[in-house]
């Protein structure tokens, strides 16, 4: 068990049965009271945000949680296949677990796995990818007055990302997973 | 070519930091030039050679131990300097006298809630109160005192394990006089410092110009966590109230912990919300600390906390004089402590011999000097407002 003194950032906790993670914390104490830790959690399932003052004596049950670095080997029907690194396990992680940006992935994509009592529960991708784009319409010079100054671009992985108007196909470009949004072009291939 | 004196300032390995008329020069292989030694450069013969200027932002070297304060923690220390001098001409104006009781004493404050550091054969102090209420008790009849406190494991944005405070008390008088000097007090310094009665919490300005909100506490909790509070309700009583308005009191079993769950999670974030400072008052008895409980309720006590953009500045009690129920408050707060398995502290006896000879009517207040200065420098925590922070010294 915690106690109040090992709240700190990143810190995994068990409330009301589901995975937390410390984003923020501090130290309060009301006169002649006793110390609280006022305490912001996320949600390691949902991403929802709740705060918490935790009274200085009181337990925090640890999160059996575990992030492992994995890389993407495939996709299986409606899951995604990945592997660890080092023992070699694969495991396999539903599609919608990762939303949108499952189709900005590429074979060999490190990602990071997280574990909730020996389930993978979540996968975040590196915040940024670099891919070539594979189809795109010339771009229309003299078409930006009518605001279309950007259009459709297909990436090698099968998404589509809007791009500015100079992107050609063969061209790398870096796209956001957040967002899935075109970054910038990288070099031309 | 004339040689440059300087004075090393620090060493860097091989390397020494040498502070001249011309600004702070890198010495390579400096030989075996301590801080503090004069040294002359750029001669025949001389023992160091110069290499280049060292630019005023590099200054000082990482792993050097020799401070450069930023420009924002020295603007802080000045104006905080005013600040302290405007609070003293304010003392001074009042006719009170500033006295200088021990730091070191062998029976520090007792409350539940506060830990003391050992010093020597005693204890630093928590508070100067026992002492300043002894000098009452001894004559004098209006006095202050700024000095360190010290609280074992207090640090965050508004707490620092050794703290600057102020206590002001006055024999003869009652809360309400207490009340004005809070008001007219911090108005006078931050006037002295903003050029009016203004402060800034979080980035927002607030006006501190008396007077103050009076609130009750039992209105405070009743406006903002839905819990009627009286003071002499029992704690499953009080916890039933508190579990009835949505909060969960989780594992707290004692009534000033059910009541703080409450008081912190709805109370202090409206405090804060309120565009005025606020004196709290009336306390529930079991939170009277050294305050007496109040003729005609005696579910309450005489004692108020004042909040400022809901920061917790002071404390304020119409003191209780009488030894026998002083006696009896502190050995409930050992037995406390004892059930706890917290450290058990002796009585201070000469405080309460001070009481028996006779404590006129009084009432005094404790005032956080470094919470102030963060108000009226709009600082959001306490560390941009002090020389060191802690762990700093």
Request: net charge negative.
């Amino acid at each position: 068990m915690y106690d109040t003194s090992d709240i700190r950032k990143g810190l995994k906790v068990l409330l009301d049965g589901n995975p937390y993670t410390v984003v923020e914390f501090q130290f309060i104490k009301p006169g002649k009271g006793a110390a609280f830790t006022r305490t912001r959690f996320k949600n390691l399932l949902s991403g929802a945000v709740i705060e918490r003052n935790i009274r200085s004596g009181e337990k925090l049950e640890p999160a059996n949680v575990e992030e492992r670095t994995m890389q993407y080997l495939y996709k299986e029907a409606d899951d995604l296949v990945f592997m660890d690194d080092k023992s070699f396990e694969q495991v396999q992680v539903r599609a919608e677990m990762i939303g949108e940006a499952a189709d900005l992935m590429k074979d060999n994509l490190p990602c990071t796995v997280l574990f909730f009592n020996e389930r993978p529960v979540d996968v975040t991708l590196p915040t940024f990818v670099l891919l070539e784009v594979t189809a795109s319409e010339p771009g229309v010079a003299g078409n930006t007055a009518a605001g279309n100054v950007t259009k459709a671009a297909t990436v090698e992985t099968g998404g589509s990302v809007q791009v500015p108007l100079f992107i050609n196909i063969g061209d790398m470009i870096k796209i956001d997973t957040r967002t899935h949004e075109y970054v910038e072009r990288v070099n031309k291939k | 070519m004339s040689a440059i004196r300087g004075r090393v300032v620090a060493r860097d390995g091989d390397d020494a930091l040498v502070r001249t008329a011309r600004g702070d020069v890198r010495v390579k292989h400096a030989g075996a030039a301590q801080p503090g030694d004069l040294v002359e450069l750029e001669g025949a013969g001389l023992p160091l050679r110069r290499v280049r200027k060292y630019p005023r932002t590099e200054y000082p070297p990482r792993g050097s131990e020799v401070a450069r304060l930023p420009p924002s923690r020295r603007g802080n220390l000045a104006a905080r300097g005013r600040m302290m001098a405007a609070l003293r001409e304010f003392f001074a104006s009042r006719e009170f006298v500033e006295v200088d009781t021990p730091l070191v004493v062998p029976a520090p404050g007792l409350e539940v809630h506060l830990a003391a550091v050992p010093a020597g054969n005693g204890f630093l102090i928590t508070s100067p109160e026992y002492q300043m209420k002894r000098l009452l008790a001894g004559g004098m009849e209006r006095i202050y005192q700024v000095c360190k406190c010290f609280r074992a494991g207090e640090v965050g944005h508004h707490h620092q394990p050794e703290f600057t405070m102020l206590e002001w008390y006055r024999a003869w008088d009652d809360l309400d006089a207490i009340a004005r000097d809070t008001e007219q007090l911090v108005a006078h310094v931050a006037t002295a410092v903003n050029g009016r009665p203004q402060v800034t919490v979080q980035g927002k300005q607030l006006a501190v110009d008396g007077p103050w909100l009076r609130l009750t506490v039992a209105e405070a909790m009743y406006d903002h966590a839905k819990v009627a509070v009286r003071g002499d309700e029992s704690v499953a009583e009080l916890t039933e109230a508190v579990r009835a308005a949505g909060i969960d009191p989780g594992t707290a079993r004692h009534w000033d912990d059910v009541f703080f769950t409450a008081f912190v999670e709805r109370v202090e974030p409206a405090l804060a919300a309120i565009d005025r400072p606020v004196l709290l008052a009336d306390w529930p008895a079991p939170l009277a600390a050294l305050a007496r409980r109040k003729p005609g309720n005696p579910a309450v006590a005489e004692r108020f906390e004042a909040y400022v953009g809901g920061v917790e500045l002071a404390n304020a009690f119409g003191e209780l004089t009488d030894p026998i129920e002083q006696r009896a408050r502190f050995e409930d707060d050992l037995g406390v402590r004892r059930a706890r398995g917290l450290p058990q502290y002796p009585i201070d006896e000469r405080f309460l011999a001070a009481l028996g000879e006779g404590l006129p009517p009084s009432a005094g207040i404790a005032l956080g000097v470094d919470r102030l200065a963060m108000l009226v420098l709009g600082a959001r925590t306490i560390d941009e407002v002090v020389a060191f922070a802690a762990g700093e010294g």
